[in-house]
């Protein structure tokens, strides 16, 4: 059933042509609205998971930001340990970091051994 040529409309006055035409034209019609139908139905669907996929995007976006501003807190306290060890034991930052960066690898790498 092809539904993308255009209609021509058909000039007789015999029932039987019209009446075998209308017959042809419900079909189309009907098998118009099923797909119509079925279209709706996906269009519908997608537009639910949209919907459910933008609340979950902002549900993460929340959670992120709240741990991204943890995490600045958690390198500000770092930072601040970093600078009254190194007043207290008068040691270099940058050396005290570099010793600990050393350590943290090793720690990883024996983790990831086991």
């Known amino acids: 059933m092809s539904i993308n040529k255009p209609e021509e409309e058909i ?6 042509v019209l009446r075998k035409d209308y017959k042809r034209l419900l079909n189309k019609v009907n098998f118009i609205k099923f797909q119509y139908a079925k279209v709706k139905e996906i269009v519908e669907n997608n537009v639910k998971k949209m919907e459910f996929l933008q609340e979950e995007n902002n549900r993460l976006s929340c959670g992120y930001k709240e741990e991204k501003q943890k995490n ?23 050396r005290l970091k570099s010793i600990s960066a050393r350590f943290i690898e ?4 024996e983790i990831n051994k086991e």
Request: aromatic fraction near 18%.
């Open 106 to 109: 090793s720690t990883k790498e």
């Open 11 to 16: 000039k007789t006055d015999e029932i039987e």
């Open 72 to 94: 600045s807190w958690y390198k500000f306290c770092i930072n601040k340990v970093f600078e009254c060890t190194s007043i207290l034991f008068n040691f270099p930052i940058e």
